[in-house]
Nanobody
């Protein structure tokens, strides 16, 4: 059974740092692109950062230079290092996996972890 489990959220003051982690199971990780998305009340879920199976990264403009996404294919995990946090970074952070191989495609989402940045 495919599963994504996030951890590492919490409450932090503006200017602080947090590191999120997402552990994947039941997925062929080496053929899977991974990403972090943020959900806030009244807004659509938005892309924060993605990393392809080959390690190519992509960031939302609002987090460039502050957040770093990384993956460990040996441990089937993806991390998000968040520095210089701002109150507008507050939200539920969800991990997403996109598996693509030989014409097959499947998407999976984690339940999310809450990040709250106080001013």
């Amino acid at each position: 059974q495919e599963q994504l489990v996030e951890s590492g959220g919490g409450l932090v003051q503006a200017g602080g740092s947090l590191r999120l982690s997402c552990a994947a199971s039941g997925i062929i990780f080496s053929f899977t692109s991974m990403g972090w998305y943020r959900q806030t009340p009244g807004k659509q879920r938005e892309l924060v950062a993605t990393i392809s199976s080959g390690g190519t990264t992509n960031y939302a403009e609002s987090v460039k230079g502050r957040f770093t996404i990384s993956r460990d294919n040996a441990k089937n995990t993806v991390g998000l290092q968040m520095n210089s946090l701002k109150p507008e970074d507050t939200g539920v952070y969800h991990c997403k996996a996109v598996f693509e191989w030989l014409g097959r495609r499947a998407e999976y989402w984690g339940q999310g972890t809450q990040v709250t940045v106080s001013s």
